[in-house]
């Protein structure tokens, strides 16, 4: 008879579970809705497990890989991001990992616009005016106005499959759209959009004549009104391309003093600074926090 493939996940994943154990998979979960200890992830994994299914909570690096070299087949990853995966980790133990790709493409871009929209109007600030009952009184622009989404200039940072489903997003409130990729451009794909906002122009459905185009990353934070960020983290010795920090000091100084920054990615991409307003759409890390609060 032969051996069953043994699973741990880390966290219920829902009717998974039982579809793998009707297949013939030995399953084991951890039943708490808390992240487990790295410390019995390990011990899973250096017990012989064949699989292991993990979330964005889980640290999966070269101690969890070490204990499964030889043994550890696979890492499922439960999401489409898998920063918490060492990828070069990966590599040097041979241990292939999986994730999720496309689950989540438009509801990330629709949470992004909707906060790209919240920015504009000022509606944290606004709703937390209004619960603290400091809302006396009606004026024309104070304690302070919002602006329109409509018309304005917005950079796309990563035009993978989230950034390029924002430019849709965008194009339908008659934005400009400036375009820049680390690793590759969809010429295609722009150029489909251009044609739909020159169409829209010609049949009098936007008022004024809209444009699309890839850029260089300064040129695109210059004349940004609105930056998204949607570059997954690559580390310098995981890619020729890397993204760690692309936003720093440096270049969030690039960017019009009354510009918005959206990170819909990898907070790991940004170094938090006060040159700009930067929200955050992804988790926060704790080190981010403390500098992060005076931003936003």
């Not at 934005?175 to 794909?189: R, S, T």
Request: glycine share 6%; proline share 5%.
């Amino acid at each position: 008879m032969s051996k069953k493939f043994r699973v741990f996940a880390t966290c219920d994943i829902g009717e998974s579970i039982e579809l793998l154990r009707k297949r013939g998979y030995e399953v084991g979960v951890y039943p708490d809705p808390q992240a487990p200890p790295k410390k019995l992830i390990i011990e899973k994994v250096k017990s012989g497990i064949d699989g292991l299914i993990t979330t964005l909570r889980d640290p999966i690096d070269a101690e969890v890989f070490a204990a499964g070299d030889g043994t550890l087949k696979v890492v499922a990853q439960f999401a489409v991001g898998f920063d918490n995966i060492n990828r070069a980790d990966a590599n040097r133990y041979k241990i292939p990992f999986t994730n999720t790709p496309d689950v989540l493409t438009e509801a990330t871009a629709e949470f992004a616009f909707f906060m790209l929209g919240a920015m504009a109007r000022k509606m944290w600030a606004a709703e937390h005016l209004t619960r603290e009952n400091k809302w006396t009184f009606w004026h024309p622009y104070l304690p302070f106005l919002g602006d329109e989404v409509t018309g304005k200039t917005i950079a796309v940072i990563g035009t993978g499959r989230i950034g390029l489903a924002m430019i849709k997003k965008c194009t339908g409130f008659d934005m400009n759209i400036l375009c820049y990729d680390p690793a590759y451009q969809n010429q295609e794909y722009v150029m489909a959009i251009q044609e739909t906002m020159d169409l829209r122009h010609e049949r009098g459905i936007q008022k004024d004549k809209t444009w699309i185009k890839y850029t260089s990353f300064e040129d695109a934070l210059k004349q940004a009104d609105f930056v998204s960020v949607h570059v997954p983290l690559l580390r310098e010795n995981e890619s020729a391309t890397p993204t760690y920090h692309l936003f720093n000091e440096r270049t969030l100084r690039t960017m019009k003093p009354t510009a918005f920054a959206l990170g819909c990615g990898s907070c790991q991409c940004a170094c938090a600074s006060r040159a700009v307003r930067f929200e955050m759409c992804d988790f926060i890390m704790k080190e981010l926090i403390p500098r992060l609060s005076r931003l936003l």
